[in-house]
């Protein structure tokens, strides 16, 4: 089967990344071939750098994503593989290994050894005209997609905009809500202790967190658990849940580690806590599931003077998120 394919990492299938796929698809009919999406496991930058920067998707998220954008064909490279290979020879293995005829390149793309593959860069000796030819030497046709109507868009912009705390921006970039998600661990329960009962979320950890402070979510659902889900706000596993979710270390407390802690309002029967006993009163979340999407920040992590005092701040997110709810 023949493809119209194009290249990328892809991080986040931002708009950038859907508009450069809606063309994919486009020529793919026109052309009466199948679509692909050329990608690699890992960021390239790990290996021409020995560092990559934190992630907008982790590798399940991103290829989901790149499924749901209705490409039909997702080939994923060993980027330790192909990076010393040259623009040409690389085109060679799309020709030979994934029968890619037309190949389409964004505005700011460059890859190939020389060029510092999926590294977008203005100093590239190479022009769109050189790969054109070397595609037409190994039978490839390369066309070109211009920079979208909606403006130039990148991985790199999105993550400051997440570090700096700009999620509307952020969200409005990405075209859909930034999520994270993880398993219920047991944390230091001081959201129990002070009467608002958190889920801590472990997050992989090339995951990119958000800067410090506390967000307004919206919980997706835990573990597509129907039990768990169903009693959570008394809710469905489809429900708007809106929470409250605090990215920090918790310096009232003193404490170092970075930790993500989803408050479920009204949560329904107590919560994971260890001051019960009474399994009846107790909603166990420990070993499941749950994603979260971030929709608004509501403040900067701040330390308190006393827990009584950090108890009032949260009372009054909890009420500012009553009022967007």
């Known amino acids: 089967m023949a493809y119209s394919a194009t290249i990328g990492f892809f991080d986040g299938v931002h708009i950038g990344h859907r508009y ?8 793919a009919q026109t052309n009466g071939t199948s679509s692909a999406i050329i990608t690699f496991a890992t960021h390239p930058r790990l290996l021409t750098k020995g560092e990559q920067p934190p992630l907008l998707t982790t590798y399940d998220e991103r290829i989901e994503l790149l499924r749901q954008t209705g490409v039909k064909q997702i080939f ?27 190949l389409l390149m964004g505005y700011d793309h460059r890859f190939g050894a020389s060029e510092q593959c999926l590294e977008h860069s203005n100093t590239s000796s190479m022009n769109f005209d050189q790969y054109r030819q070397l595609g037409a030497e190994v039978g490839l046709e390369v066309l070109q997609i ?9 991985s790199t912009q999105i993550r400051r905009a997440l570090e700096e705390g700009r999620i509307a921006q952020a969200n409005e970039m990405l075209g859909y809500a930034y999520s994270l998600s993880g398993e219920v661990v047991h944390g230091r329960h001081i959201g129990t202790d002070l009467g608002f009962p958190t889920a801590n979320i472990q997050v992989a950890k090339e995951k ?24 959570v706000n008394g809710a469905s596993e489809h429900s708007d849940i809106r929470v409250l979710v605090n990215i920090g270390t918790n310096p009232t407390f003193g404490k170092n580690e970075t930790t993500v802690e989803v408050h479920i309002p009204n949560w329904g029967l107590r919560g994971a806590s260890k001051h019960t006993n009474n399994e009846n009163e107790r ?26 005092a950090l108890q009032a701040q949260i009372q009054k997110d909890l009420a500012y998120l009553r009022t967007i709810s």
Do not use: W
Not at 80 to 99: H, I, N, R, Y
């Open 208 to 231: 990119l967190l958000p800067k410090h402070g506390v967000y307004i979510g919206r919980l997706i659902n835990v573990n597509a658990n129907d039990n768990v889900n169903a009693n």
């Open 76 to 102: 994923c490279f060993d980027f330790a593989v192909v990076k010393d290979m040259t623009a040409k020879e690389f085109m060679q293995v799309l020709v030979s290994q994934c029968q890619v005829t037309t």
């Open 283 to 308: 909603l166990e979340l420990y070993g499941e599931h749950l994603t979260v999407e971030l929709t608004a920040f509501v403040r900067d992590e701040q330390r308190f003077d006393s827990p009584e």
């Open 146 to 154: 211009g920079q979208s109507p909606q403006g130039a868009v990148s």
């Open 20 to 27: 450069l796929i809606d063309q994919l698809l486009q020529t």
